[in-house]
Nanobody, 121 residues
Framework: QVQLVESGGGLVQAGGSLRLSCVAS????????MGWYRQAPGKQRELVAT???????NYADSVKGRFTISRDRFKNTVYLQMNSLKPEDTAVYYC???????????????WGQGTQVTVSS
């Protein structure tokens, strides 16, 4: 099956930066869009940013101006550059993809295992 693997999380001080990566692999024909979501303790998973294969981006208001999403469509990889991190950004960050498998099926429920981001005060 299709797999998504996140990496790059860690512990940083407020105001610091981290760069997350997510690689999609498997029987992928094409990727329509990829995105980042996060889930803090006791809260529902929320959208952080998305990017289409064409490069169009969308950001949550809480991260706009601080986070930048980008992609390498040839490597099926999406990145999230996080600057000016705040303690409120602490969460497990998950990767998601809207893709077409080689079978022709559109898959939208593919999630990575997540990577922990912890921002200290």
């Amino acid at each position: 099956q299709v797999q998504l693997v996140e990496s790059g999380g860690g512990l940083v001080q407020a105001g610091g930066s981290l760069r997350l990566s997510c690689v999609a692999s498997g029987r992928i024909f094409s990727i329509n869009a990829m995105g980042w979501y996060r889930q803090a303790p006791g809260k529902q998973r929320e959208l952080v940013a998305t990017i289409t294969s064409g490069g169009a981006t969308n950001y949550a208001d809480s991260v706009k101006g601080r986070f930048t999403i980008s992609r390498d469509r040839f490597k099926n990889t999406v990145y999230l550059q996080m600057n000016s991190l705040k303690p409120e950004d602490t969460a497990v960050y998950y990767c998601n993809a809207d893709l077409i498998a080689t079978s022709g099926i559109n898959l939208r429920d593919n999630w990575g295992q997540g990577t922990q981001v912890t921002v200290s005060s």
